[in-house]
């Protein structure tokens, strides 16, 4: 009898204590704010410090470039003020947007470009159509399209436009990528914004 108990009590720990939460796992990455990225095949989800899963797999995650503590070069997802971009495809063209923890779309995907956030602000690039003129035999404006840079808060109200605005490469561009950016933030409230000349305005903000 004596025993037996003692086998229960064995199988009951090994179910308890070693329950598997995820299985089949390709990559696990390192906590940021309190989650961290999980790879399994081309998808990806998130994890908490009790290795509950968060944020369920998807593939619309925008990876970025970290290095590891080998100073190898990997790409995951990662959180930042409470934000993580993501992406959505439509024709050649990929949108940017930003969910929260929840997974809830904050920020809907679409900019043609966009950062992740620091110190709660974020740069992204959208397009913007500016009337240049009037055909009278078609009787429509004439519209040019540019592609401007702001900055943002992590609500995705644009607290700054950067003053650099260009002709819209969207047709120059390869398929898929996103326009470079012409402005960096250099130090909190602080931005760099490239202008047509190659020159650099600081700007507060």
């Known amino acids: 009898m ?26 696990v990455y ?11 095949g081309n998808q ?46 439509e024709g050649d063209v990929y949108y940017y947007g930003y969910i929260d923890k929840s997974g809830n779309n904050i920020v809907k995907p679409q900019y043609l470009n966009a950062s992740n956030f ?18 009278k035999v078609l009787d429509k404006n004439v519209v040019s399209k540019k592609i401007e840079e702001f900055i943002i808060d992590t609500s995705g109200e644009i607290v700054k436009y950067l003053e650099n605005p260009r002709a819209d490469d969207t047709l ?4 898929k990528t996103p326009p470079a950016f012409h402005s960096k933030v250099i130090a909190p409230h602080i931005v760099a914004v490239q202008k047509k000349d190659d020159k650099w305005d600081i700007y507060e903000f």
């Open 2 to 27: 004596k025993k037996l108990v003692i086998i229960i009590m064995c199988l009951h720990f090994n179910v308890v204590g070693f329950s598997q939460i995820l299985n089949d796992i390709d990559e």
């Open 30 to 40: 390192p906590f940021n704010e309190g989650i961290a990225a999980v790879k399994k």
């Open 44 to 89: 990806w989800c998130f994890i908490n410090k009790k290795g509950e899963t968060v944020i369920d797999f998807r593939n619309d995650f925008v990876l970025t470039k970290n290095i590891d503590k080998l100073n190898n070069l990997v790409y995951y997802p990662v959180f930042k003020n409470d934000r993580c971009l993501i992406a959505k495809l």
């Open 118 to 135: 620091e110190n709660g602000y974020a740069i992204v690039i959208k397009t913007s159509k500016v009337v240049v003129g009037f055909n």
């Open 172 to 175: 120059s561009r390869k398929p």
